[in-house]
C-alpha cells in the first residue's frame, strides 16, 4: 500500500494551492479517502471526506466555502484545492484511507506553509 501527498509549499496569505493524494496497493474506489492535517502543536484534525465515489463530501468549518476535495477513481487519486488561505491553514496535510471493513492508511503527509 502506498498513499503519497504531493503539492504543499510557500504560499502568501489570500492564495490558492492544489494538492494531490496518489494511492496503489489497496482497492482503492471501494475507501472512503480524507484529507487530514495537522499544525504545529495541535492535534491532526478532518478536513474534507471524500466518499467512495465521490459524490459525497463533508468539510470541517474552517474548510467549508474555501477548499475543494474530490478523487477520480479511474486514476487513483484525491486532491484538495485550496484557496482564500489564511495563516492558520499552515500544516502538515495527510490523505487517508479507511474502509469499513478494515484497512486503514496514511501518507507521510505534505506541508503547506501560509505566510506573507
Known amino acids: 500500500v502506498q498513499i503519497v501527498e504531493s503539492g504543499g509549499g510557500l504560499v502568501q496569505p489570500g492564495g490558492a494551492l492544489t494538492l494531490s493524494c496518489a494511492a496503489s496497493?489497496?482497492?482503492?474506489?471501494?475507501?472512503?479517502m480524507s484529507w487530514y492535517r495537522q499544525a504545529p502543536g495541535k492535534e491532526r484534525e478532518v478536513v474534507a471526506v471524500i466518499g467512495s465515489r465521490g459524490r459525497n463530501v463533508d468539510y470541517s468549518a474552517p474548510a467549508k466555502g474555501r477548499f475543494t476535495a474530490s478523487r477520480d477513481n479511474t486514476k487513483n487519486m484525491v486532491y484538495l484545492q485550496m484557496r482564500n488561505l489564511v495563516v492558520e491553514d499552515t500544516a502538515v496535510y495527510y490523505c487517508?484511507?479507511?474502509?469499513?471493513?478494515?484497512?486503514?492508511?496514511w501518507g507521510k503527509g505534505t506541508l503547506v506553509t501560509v505566510s506573507s
Open positions: 487517508n484511507a479507511v474502509h469499513s471493513h478494515g484497512g486503514n492508511y
Open positions: 496497493g489497496f482497492d482503492f474506489s471501494r475507501y472512503v
